[in-house]
């Protein structure tokens, strides 16, 4: 069955870093534009960055372009975001899944916390 493993999280100061893992097993990864999402406390979910299947294009939220970097390596069916200059604003429950309005089964996530 489909399962997405999300890992990296963690607590960090404002303009901290922190790289973001999703390992994904049970589909052929490598034919699925993947995303990152984040959902913070009373608020609904939103997608952050989004990567095609070779990794050659990819898109970014206003609120997070310049900051993160999505990129993906299809051998090991992972997709990771780099977050640097890390913001208050950007604390949230991180995911990946699809970067399609058709989605697998959610993960649980990885937690995000920028704070001082």
């Known amino acids: 069955q489909v399962r997405l493993v999300e890992s990296g999280g963690g607590l960090v100061q404002p303009g901290g870093s922190l790289r973001l893992s999703c390992a994904a097993s049970g589909f052929t990864f490598s034919i699925y534009a993947m995303a990152w999402y984040r959902q913070a406390p009373g608020k609904e979910r939103e997608r952050v960055a989004g990567?095609?299947?070779?990794?050659?294009?990819?898109i970014y939220a206003d609120s997070v372009k310049g900051r993160f970097t999505i990129s993906r390596d299809n051998a090991r069916n992972t997709v990771y975001l780099q977050m640097n200059s890390l913001k208050p604003d950007d604390t949230a429950v991180y995911y990946c899944?699809?970067?399609?309005?058709?989605?697998?089964?959610w993960g649980q996530g990885t937690q995000v916390t920028v704070s001082s």
């Open positions: 899944n699809q970067n399609s309005a058709e989605k697998f089964t």
């Open positions: 990567i095609s299947t070779s990794g050659g294009s990819t």
